[in-house]
């Protein structure tokens, strides 16, 4: 992919990927608060029929890869590869921002070729992870750096291991997956923590400060596995589910009550916010409290 094509990508849709928006939209522009430095009075503009950017208050401007050159601090043959691998994700888009593309989930095994398997160390893994909210120690006992290459197209992500060998892959620009499978760690417990997302399971043991979790614990990386589990969860004495809070997790727990011995629904504790990733990277309350609410009353 070239430069040329890249910067047909719309700016406008590119901003709202990272959930920054017009204070002001005209219409055919947009002006907004600069993402890259301080910026009180929404001074940087988007020229949506052109595609092109400036900011008044930098006197800086140009295309979306010059953008995203400012925005991430990095060359401009790394912002290609950042930009290949988010359009890769993306079957199809406008080039004229009608339509905001939304993350693909790669669902082919054959898709993704995995060159290379490595302990966490790519600055820009690393900065994501820190987004997240993270514990950079934490991630990198259960995660590893994939290279891997889609079409013949080289990229990296974090990924994490599933039970049929194959791994979720995490960037900030890509959501994929080399097979579809659950991730247990199991020791003969008698109770369960059972997390939606790879990301979710990390979230905790970072809000505890936890290498592992001192029960046993299963993420799905699908709530597609959950029927392929339900049989053991059934055996443990309680199962403690950290679901997304949406219409799907919801239906979840209520399939769960029907089938294990003790369903607790963590969601309850954050109630505010999408999952328990979300509610860690925005909490406002004291460590201390967040930890005490998580598995109140019982070993989790």
Request: aromatic share 8%.
């Given at each position: 992919m070239d430069a040329k094509t890249i910067n047909m990508f719309p700016i406008r849709e590119y901003l709202a990927g990272l959930n920054i928006h017009p204070a002001k939209d005209r219409g055919y522009y947009g002006m907004y608060h600069s993402p890259y430095?301080?910026?009180?009075?929404?001074?940087?503009k988007v020229d949506y029929n052109k595609n092109l950017w400036i900011d008044y208050g930098s006197n800086e401007g140009g295309t979306l890869i010059d953008l995203v050159m400012r925005i991430e601090n990095c060359s401009n043959g790394e912002t290609m590869r950042l930009l290949e691998q988010r359009l890769s994700g993306v079957p199809s888009f406008s080039f004229h921002g009608n339509n905001t593309p939304e993350r693909k989930e790669a669902k082919s095994e054959s898709t993704i070729r995995i060159n290379g398997v490595a302990p966490l160390s790519s600055p820009l893994l690393m900065d994501y992870l820190r987004e997240r909210k993270i514990n950079i120690d934490i991630a990198r006992l259960h995660c590893k750096e994939i290279n891997y290459s889609v079409n013949d197209k080289p990229y990296f992500a974090i990924g994490f291991k599933n039970d049929a060998g194959g791994y979720e892959l995490r960037s900030k620009y890509f959501k994929g997956c080399t097979s579809k499978d659950i991730t247990s760690h199991t020791s003969g417990q008698n109770s369960c923590q059972l997390f939606e997302g790879f990301m979710d399971y990390l979230s905790f043991l970072t809000m505890?400060?936890?290498q592992h979790?001192?029960?046993d614990a299963i993420v799905l990386n699908s709530l597609a596995n959950l029927p392929k589990i339900e049989n053991t969860l059934a055996g443990y004495?309680?199962?403690?589910?950290?679901?997304d809070n949406d219409e799907a997790g919801k239906r979840a727990v209520q399939s769960l009550r029907s089938v294990c011995k003790e369903v607790i629904d963590q969601s309850a504790h954050y109630t505010e916010h999408k999952d328990l990733n979300d509610y860690l990277c925005n909490r406002s309350v004291p460590k201390q409290a967040v930890?005490?609410?998580l598995g109140r009353g019982r070993k989790m």
């Amino acid at each position: 992919m070239d430069a040329k094509t890249i910067n047909m990508f719309p700016i406008r849709e590119y901003l709202a990927g990272l959930n920054i928006h017009p204070a002001k939209d005209r219409g055919y522009y947009g002006m907004y608060h600069s993402p890259y430095r301080e910026d009180n009075n929404a001074s940087m503009k988007v020229d949506y029929n052109k595609n092109l950017w400036i900011d008044y208050g930098s006197n800086e401007g140009g295309t979306l890869i010059d953008l995203v050159m400012r925005i991430e601090n990095c060359s401009n043959g790394e912002t290609m590869r950042l930009l290949e691998q988010r359009l890769s994700g993306v079957p199809s888009f406008s080039f004229h921002g009608n339509n905001t593309p939304e993350r693909k989930e790669a669902k082919s095994e054959s898709t993704i070729r995995i060159n290379g398997v490595a302990p966490l160390s790519s600055p820009l893994l690393m900065d994501y992870l820190r987004e997240r909210k993270i514990n950079i120690d934490i991630a990198r006992l259960h995660c590893k750096e994939i290279n891997y290459s889609v079409n013949d197209k080289p990229y990296f992500a974090i990924g994490f291991k599933n039970d049929a060998g194959g791994y979720e892959l995490r960037s900030k620009y890509f959501k994929g997956c080399t097979s579809k499978d659950i991730t247990s760690h199991t020791s003969g417990q008698n109770s369960c923590q059972l997390f939606e997302g790879f990301m979710d399971y990390l979230s905790f043991l970072t809000m505890k400060n936890r290498q592992h979790s001192p029960v046993d614990a299963i993420v799905l990386n699908s709530l597609a596995n959950l029927p392929k589990i339900e049989n053991t969860l059934a055996g443990y004495k309680s199962v403690a589910l950290f679901l997304d809070n949406d219409e799907a997790g919801k239906r979840a727990v209520q399939s769960l009550r029907s089938v294990c011995k003790e369903v607790i629904d963590q969601s309850a504790h954050y109630t505010e916010h999408k999952d328990l990733n979300d509610y860690l990277c925005n909490r406002s309350v004291p460590k201390q409290a967040v930890v005490k609410k998580l598995g109140r009353g019982r070993k989790m």
